[in-house]
């Protein structure tokens, strides 16, 4: 007869599984583009009041990346680190609207017929 006892299989896991990986998701893009990116408020996120509740105290703020840092040691290695610079990469494109979603979708106005069509008359119709 064959084994009787349980396979190994990572049961019960599944619930940490989906929480790592919700669990250090930072801003998207489009909202650093529109609203962060923004000189006067990239000086109010730069310059932030202490706060004892953030690391740092709040004060080592990257603003592309949207996350804060515990020195400013920890911030100028994250300036020269690969992810920082991929980040600022990925903010020179332009950001994706809901246009464009749109568009994808085929809900766009470039393939549709306008909607105020001329008047058909019965003779072109019947071809008399």
Known sequence: M???RRSRTHHARRDVHRS???RVRS???DLIQLIDLDPKNRAALEAQPLDFEKPGLGQHYCVE???YYET???LQSHWRSKVHKR???ELKEPAYTI???ERAAGLG???KRPTASMPVEMDTISGT
């Open 2 to 4: 064959g084994r009787l």
């Open 20 to 22: 790592n990986r919700t």
């Open 27 to 29: 801003r998207d893009l």
């Open 65 to 67: 990346c949207a996350k």
């Open 72 to 74: 400013d040691a920890a």
């Open 87 to 89: 980040r600022c990469k």
């Open 99 to 101: 246009e464009e979603a």
């Open 109 to 111: 106005r470039e393939g």
